[in-house]
């Protein structure tokens, strides 16, 4: 089946600075992957839909310019979180869309952040 | 907006069925999925049913669909302990081509 990797799979980092989030799709190209939020024992939240070669689409009340996404590849989407603060801690987890007639989203094994 | 409900918490003994339950609202959807996430872990796709079926088996799993109620059920025979984990209802919104929306998931703990 299609891989999907995510880089870091684990980050610590202070108050204030900027962490990015890589997602690729390792044996497929994907020209949407999908960003989502995920709380301690809850279910997963659409942050964002990241199409390739333009600008993602946000999900109301996510702020864009605090979580920015570049897919500038046809294998590689980017969240950069910046100017990260404590309730920025969570599990970040991306897919990317297959090619194949039922749409499936094949996940990666998401990247935990938590910010001191 | 589309809405989609599932029980919190299931435990069922090792040997028996287990059945888990989700509801939604949106009566377009077409893809309806399953999803298993163990801990720490991203999730992985068990099963799928396009909405023109009622009922889809694959070896331990069985989905059942009513359109009509809009109830999707996952049934694992013969439950393993190595099944324990999070389950996740998940369906392709009919507003938008490849929108999936996630139910809250049901925590499935196999006691001895």
């Known amino acids: 089946g299609a891989v999907v990797s995510q880089h870091p799979s684990w980050v610590i980092c202070k108050s204030g600075t900027s962490v990015k989030i890589e997602c690729r799709s390792l044996?497929?190209?994907?020209?949407?992957m999908f960003w989502y939020r995920q709380f301690p024992k809850q279910s997963l939240m659409l942050m964002a839909t990241s199409n390739e070669g333009s600008k993602a689409t946000y999900e109301q009340g996510v702020e864009k310019d605090k979580f920015l996404i570049n897919h500038a590849s046809l294998t590689l989407s980017t969240l950069t979180v910046t100017s990260a603060h404590p309730e920025d801690s969570s599990f970040y987890i991306c897919?990317?869309?297959?090619?194949?007639?039922?749409?499936?989203?094949?996940f990666g094994p998401g990247t935990r952040l938590t910010v001191l | 907006g589309e809405d989609v409900e599932q029980s919190l918490f299931l435990s069922v003994r090792e040997g028996d069925s287990s059945v888990i339950n989700c509801t939604y609202t949106d009566s377009s959807s077409t893809y309806l999925y399953w999803y298993k996430q163990e801990p720490g872990a991203g999730l992985q796709l068990l099963t799928y049913i396009f909405s023109n079926m009622d009922m889809k088996q694959d070896q331990r799993l069985t989905v059942l669909l009513n359109k009509k109620d809009k109830h999707l059920s996952l049934r694992i025979a013969d439950t393993q302990t190595g099944d324990s984990a999070i389950y996740f209802c998940a369906i392709r919104t009919g507003s938008s081509a490849s929108k999936i929306i996630f139910g809250s998931g049901t925590r499935l703990s196999i006691r001895p």
């Open positions: 044996d497929f190209q994907a020209t949407t």
């Open positions: 897919s990317a869309l297959g090619t194949s007639g039922y749409n499936e989203q094949f």
